[in-house]
């Protein structure tokens, strides 16, 4: 009798009706066009910034796929390995082009390393605090992630690979203090993807 009455007053503060459906569907369609508009933004400030340079597809690559992880993991915190590893196709690819067009493989070389220390030491970060003393950091989504990011900064150099770290960690501060001030609980609980993105897209385009 208690669960069919639990079910019922569920059922009963669900939202029905068209007038839902409607909101929702303007919700969407809302997010839709702004997602929409602030890759566009971005794929322009990228233009404006680096030029059509051989790399130019390898970080509009990261951008679209940036902006559609960056956004499914702010909402749901998580990041859709599949995105991930399209994302990180797109991007090594683009730079396998620019390295053909400009026939200069130490970028590519250092692109490689690049996402290898990145997502190595997010792993070892992911590992030891996860299944060593049982609590989370970051997750493997994170781990898959910086792989990406690594590679695009690695690409100009190593030292960029550290530049955007620090830049994605310390926006990832900001944003936690922030976050944690509006719940007021010191708890900060928030994703770690959005901060590592932007960072990587920030040193990407103000170092030319």
Do not use: C
């Not at 303007?26 to 702004?34: I, S, W």
């Not at 590893?85 to 200069?104: N, Q, R």
């Not at 690409?155 to 926006?171: F, I, K, N, R």
């Amino acid at each position: 009798m208690d669960r069919w009455s639990t079910q019922s007053e569920r059922l009963m503060r669900a939202p029905r009706g068209a007038a839902y459906s409607s909101d929702m569907s303007r919700r969407t369609l809302v997010q839709t066009h702004g997602l929409n508009a602030l890759t566009a933004l971005l794929f322009g400030l990228a233009v404006w910034r680096i030029g059509f340079s051989p790399e130019l597809p390898a970080v509009l690559a990261f951008i679209f796929g940036g902006v559609l992880l960056a956004a499914i993991d702010w909402k749901i915190h998580r990041l859709p390995t599949r995105l991930v590893y399209l994302t990180l196709a797109g991007v090594t690819g683009g730079l396998l082009f620019a390295s053909l067009v400009e026939w200069e493989w130490m970028p590519l070389a250092t692109a490689a390393a690049g996402a290898a220390l990145f997502s190595g030491a997010f792993f070892t970060i992911w590992f030891v605090t996860q299944r060593l003393y049982g609590f989370v950091v970051l997750g493997l989504g994170d781990v898959r992630l910086a792989a990406v990011l690594g590679a695009l900064l690695g690409w100009y150099g190593l030292e960029y690979v550290l530049y955007g770290a620090l830049a994605g960690h310390l926006l990832a501060v900001v944003i936690g203090v922030a976050v944690a001030l509006s719940r007021r609980t010191f708890r900060m609980t928030y994703a770690f993807g959005p901060s590592l993105i932007a960072g990587t897209l920030a040193v990407v385009l103000v170092h030319v």
